[in-house]
């Protein structure tokens, strides 16, 4: 029962440099998130998915992209890299609207 | 403009006693309530939810209490303990946005001391 699996755990970038943020469900859950906390602040949504082939922004969109080609991965994309994107990145699963999310363990992102 | 807010960054309770967990929202579209925990490098949790049309849940040791009209939530923990020491985070929703798109508060750190 692994539920959200987010990969790598911790990872320090250089300014300017690319990286993906890889985030697979076994769950067969329609609904994925991308959220980011950063320090002494709630969870700020990214982006989001109700489907396969669905994307949509969420509230902190700008410098990252998406993709859904699956119904289990649901990779974030950062391109070049700020030192405003330090953070931790949690992604969560859901069945449908109005029903709980299963999170990930996060990222720690570091941007030097 | 934050639509959901925890104004107490961090709370301390004695073992055994009480632990009443606050939040706030403005947004009146907001009709689902959820309380998540979460520890230290791990990802949230899910602990307990309300729906608008009720204004109390209990599970467990759990409780949550929502006032509609003060548009203010809160969860109890009876009793305490050191296991629950952790960040709690306030979530809502509105159950006819598309996307259950969760909004968060700040969080609460829970310290219960033995």
């Known amino acids: 029962n692994a539920g959200v699996t987010q990969t790598p755990k911790f990872r320090i970038l250089k300014i300017g440099q690319s990286m993906t943020l890889q985030c697979t469900q076994d769950?067969?859950?329609?609904?994925m998130y991308w959220y980011r906390q950063d320090p002494g602040m709630g969870l700020k949504l990214i982006y989001y998915s109700v489907g396969a082939g669905i994307t949509d922004k969420g509230e902190v969109p700008n410098g990252y992209n998406v993709s859904r080609s699956t119904t289990e991965d649901f990779p974030l994309r950062l391109e070049l890299a700020a030192p405003s994107q330090t953070s931790v990145y949690f992604c969560?699963?859901?069945?449908?609207?109005?029903?709980?999310?299963?999170f990930g363990q996060g990222t720690r992102l570091t941007v030097v | 403009d934050q639509q959901v807010k925890q104004n107490s960054p961090s709370l301390s309770v004695q073992e055994g006693r009480i632990s009443i967990l606050n939040c706030d929202y403005t947004n009146s579209m907001f009709d689902y309530f959820l309380w998540y925990k979460k520890y230290p490098a791990e990802g949230p949790t899910f602990l307990i939810s309300i729906s608008s049309i009720k204004d109390k849940n209990e599970d467990g040791r759990f409780t949550v209490f929502l006032n509609k009209s003060a548009k203010h939530l809160s969860l109890h923990i009876v009793p305490s303990q050191p296991g629950d020491s952790a960040v709690y985070f306030c979530a809502a929703t509105s159950l006819n946005n598309a996307g259950n798109m969760l909004t968060f508060g700040g969080g609460t750190r829970l310290m219960v001391k033995p």
């Open positions: 769950m067969n859950h329609n609904y």
């Open positions: 969560a699963s859901s069945a449908t609207g109005g029903t709980e999310a299963f």
